[in-house]
């Protein structure tokens, strides 16, 4: 029944490996993002997807890679991980690209990096 | 600069004592004004849009206000379970891109 749920929910790895964080909606919506929120609580936009088209590309290093296989899914890939990448990263959804009705949320991915 | 300031920080208020939280923005031409909820451990959770001067929205103990230059966050005899941060966003005129404020942590007591 999750709306947006996010696997895994604790990832903790060594600095240089390669992780994936998964995300799925079942709202039917057209648009995902994906957020970087830090330890002082700031959220900031990493990446957005309409149907399955990338619109959203922040100033992310490009070790950081989204892929949407279809509207339903986000994923992150995450290569060489360095240590200022620990943070907790959010997958998020709405309507449609203007996100007026709000955006909806999953439960985060804790990422430590060690 | 387009900015989204929040104030306070922090906030602690005895439960049933009312307040307000601030968030004020450097940004020309809103489009949209949006408040969350964040508990601890979760991901934020959608209140309201605002998105002209004036309006107003209310949700139970909650009221949104919107003004030319911000908006405040009416908390009405507050509950414990009113505890969490409150986040709020605005929509960058031609973009389709949030800038989040760091938010206001409240806590309730009883």
């Known amino acids: 029944d999750t709306a947006v749920s996010q696997t895994p929910k604790y990832l903790v790895t060594q600095m240089g490996n390669d992780k994936s964080i998964k995300c799925e909606q079942n709202?039917?919506?057209?648009?995902m993002y994906w957020y970087k929120q830090d330890s002082k609580k700031f959220l900031k936009i990493m990446f957005s997807y309409n149907n399955k088209e990338l619109i959203i590309n922040e100033t992310v290093p490009n070790r950081f890679s989204p892929k949407s296989p279809d509207k339903a899914h986000l994923n992150l890939h995450i290569n060489s991980l360095e240590l200022g990448d620990s943070a907790v990263y959010f997958c998020?959804?709405?309507?449609?690209?203007?996100?007026?009705?709000?955006?909806?949320f999953g439960s985060g991915t804790r990422l430590t990096v060690v | 600069e387009d900015q989204v300031t929040q104030s306070p920080e922090a906030l602690r208020l005895q439960e049933g004592e009312s307040s307000s939280l601030n968030c004020s923005y450097t940004v020309s031409g809103l489009r949209g004004l949006f408040w969350y909820r964040q508990d601890p451990g979760k991901g934020p959770e959608f209140l309201f849009t605002l998105y002209s001067a004036g309006e107003e929205k209310e949700k139970e103990r909650l009221k949104a206000t919107l003004t030319k230059k911000e908006s405040f966050l009416h908390i009405t005899a507050p509950k414990p379970e009113d505890s969490a941060t409150y986040l709020c966003a605005v929509l960058l005129p031609g973009t389709y891109k949030y800038i989040f404020g760091t938010g206001t942590r409240l806590k309730v007591l009883a």
């Open positions: 998020a959804s709405s309507q449609d690209r203007r996100g007026y009705d709000g955006y909806t």
């Open positions: 709202l039917g919506h057209d648009t």
